[in-house]
């Protein structure tokens, strides 16, 4: 595609960004559909984060998304933030409309149409444990809850921070909080797992943040992590006839959710989904 004056702009902003698989997903997206659009990647630090924002609205950008370290913060540079991302508590896309920016958040419903499209699960009166209660569990967490869930335990390493995301959830569903170390029971009644933590993410294949004699047939094991494909514990699960679900859908049909919103426009998820494998390969 030729870069023209009248290319539509789009990225993400994020500290390091430097291993980001967006810009390869949007762009193969961009350029076989043949859409004038172009997505970069910004890497800001913490102090330029207001700045960053400032200056990606001067230059004509229709939106960006969002990453680690700057979904919270985002917010207080913003105009309107949407129902989804104030419940979550997190930024991930951003769409600028006429001068205004805009916050949403995709990840946690991403996550959901992931699944469900993946496995078939009907989550309506399931028992869930969620490992970990950062900002991947806080969004994924909230969709779940908001979703019919009947029960969710989160088990953290750090207990306060699994009370505080078991308290907000407690506006949805039952929800507690248990330390790690004490899934076993919890896991025992449950039928699905999902794993937020980045216990077991390349190069650390061999980590598992559970004990895997606790995994069982009953179970639909999910790790939000995609890189390796299949962690350590998937494999585990796999092996004690777990069905597994892993975290590549959650990350296009994010991005798809973002793409409605900038382009009005249906997303080629498929291809989406190619073009994330093979960069991972
Ligand atoms: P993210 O946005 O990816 O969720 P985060 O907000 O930094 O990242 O949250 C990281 C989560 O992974 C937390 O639940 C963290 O546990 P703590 O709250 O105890 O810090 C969990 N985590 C990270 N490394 C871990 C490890 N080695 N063992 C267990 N849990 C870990």
Redesign the pocket.
Known sequence: MRITGTVGKVGVIGHPIGHSKSPHIWNDAFAKQHIPYIYLPFDVTPTDLGQAVAGLKALGFRGFNVT?PH?VSVMDFLDEVEKEAAEIG?VNTVIIDQGRLIGTNTDGEGYIQSLQSETGIDLRERRIVL?????????VGTALAKAGVAHITIA???L???EELASRLRRWTQAEAVL?EHIAVPLKEASLLIQ????GMSPHEE?C?IDPDYLHQGLTVSD?IYHPRETRLLHEAKLRGAHVHNGLGMLVHQAALAYRRWLGAEPPVQQMVATLERSLA
């Open positions: 680690v979904k997190a490992l970990g209660a950062g900002g991947a569990a806080r969004a953290n390493r750090t306060i921070k699994a790690l937020t933590t980045s216990v980590a943040p939000l």
